[in-house]
């Protein structure tokens, strides 16, 4: 999967499945939803900075 785009819901949020994306050298974009508040709120921090 290296030099490959992975796309995924927040389904791909799972640990054990971004990790297989990770390893496989993939660059990865993955959904994130706000039932999550503390992990939304970092990101949507860092995307507004």
């Known amino acids: 999967m290296a030099g490959c785009i992975i796309t995924i819901d927040a389904m791909g ?13 993939a660059d990865y974009v993955l ?3 706000g039932n999550h ?5 970092q990101v949507k921090n860092w995307f507004e900075q």
Do not use: D, R
């Not at 949020?13 to 050298?25: P, R, V």
């Not at 508040?37 to 709120?41: A, L, S, T, V």
């Open 31 to 33: 959904g994130l939803k």
């Open 13 to 25: 949020t799972q640990i054990a499945i971004a990790s297989q994306i990770f390893n496989a050298k």
């Open 37 to 41: 508040p503390k992990f939304y709120g």
